[in-house]
Nanobody, 115 residues
Framework: QVQLAESGGGLVQAGGSLRLSCAASGSITSFYFMGWYRQAPGKQRELVAQIFSDGRLNYADSVKGRFTISRDNAKNTLYLQMNSLKPEDTAVYYC?????????WGQGTQVTVSS
């Protein structure tokens, strides 16, 4: 079973940047897409960005132009570069792998953006 561990969250002022990392404990042999999700207090979890197995990228409208998802296959690590952060980006961020069989989820990392 692959385990995912997010890191890189923290407190940042509006307009600042953070880079989230999601390290997988083992190799991912087959997947549909890898994604970053977030959940703010009192809100449903939402998809922020995804990278498909063929390399296509997709972003939520709210983060387009500000966030960049990428993947380092050699390091088994998924990244989310977040620039021009806004207070409404405050949430717990999760990485996940959607694959044949049960999906993998990380434990989440808190991102707090102060105004």
């Amino acid at each position: 079973q692959v385990q995912l561990a997010e890191s890189g969250g923290g407190l940042v002022q509006a307009g600042g940047s953070l880079r989230l990392s999601c390290a997988a404990s083992g190799s991912i042999t087959s997947f549909y897409f890898m994604g970053w999700y977030r959940q703010a207090p009192g809100k449903q979890r939402e998809l922020v960005a995804q990278i498909f197995s063929d390399g296509r990228l997709n972003y939520a409208d709210s983060v387009k132009g500000r966030f960049t998802i990428s993947r380092d296959n050699a390091k088994n690590t998924l990244y989310l570069q977040m620039n021009s952060l806004k207070p409404e980006d405050t949430a717990v961020y999760y990485c996940a792998i959607t694959r044949p069989g049960p999906n993998y989820w990380g434990q989440g990392t808190q991102v707090t953006v102060s105004s």
